[in-house]
Nanobody
Framework: QVQLVESGGGLVQPGGSLRLSCEASGIVFRVYTMGWYRQAPGKQRELVASITSSGSTNYIDSVKGRFTITRDNAKNTVYLQMSSLKTEDTAVYYC?????????WGQGTQVTVSS
C-alpha cells in the first residue's frame, strides 16, 4: 500500500518560514520524481516544485529564490523549505510521487500565511 504523509504545515506570519516534509512508503522512493503541489481556495492545483530521481529541481516563477525542494532517499522523504512567505502562498500543499504512468498523492497539509 502506497502512502505519502505530509507534515509541517501551519500558520505563519508574512516573511516567515516553514519546512514541509513528505514521507513515502510502499514505493521505491529513489526512482520517483517527487513534487510539491498547492491548491488555494477557488483555484486549480498547481505544481510548485519538483525534484527528479537524479536531483534535478524545477520551480514555478513565483517561488524561485524563496522555496527549496530537497530529498533524502535514505529516509524516503522529500522536503520543501519555504522562506519569505507571502499571503498568496496560503494553500493546501500536497506531495506527489510520479513514475511513468504511476502517480500517488498525499492527503495535504494546510499552510496559512497571515498576520
Amino acid at each position: 500500500q502506497v502512502q505519502l504523509v505530509e507534515s509541517g504545515g501551519g500558520l505563519v506570519q508574512p516573511g516567515g518560514s516553514l519546512r514541509l516534509s513528505c514521507e513515502a512508503s510502499g514505493i521505491v522512493f529513489r526512482v520517483y520524481t517527487m513534487g510539491w503541489y498547492r491548491q488555494a481556495p477557488g483555484k486549480q492545483r498547481e505544481l510548485v516544485a519538483s525534484i527528479t530521481s537524479s536531483g534535478s529541481t524545477n520551480y514555478i516563477d513565483s517561488v524561485k529564490g524563496r522555496f527549496t525542494i530537497t530529498r533524502d532517499n535514505a529516509k524516503n522523504t522529500v522536503y520543501l523549505q519555504m522562506s519569505s512567505l507571502k499571503t498568496e502562498d496560503t494553500a493546501v500543499y500536497y506531495c506527489g510521487a510520479h513514475l511513468q504512468f504511476r502517480a500517488y498523492w498525499g492527503q495535504g497539509t494546510q499552510v496559512t500565511v497571515s498576520s
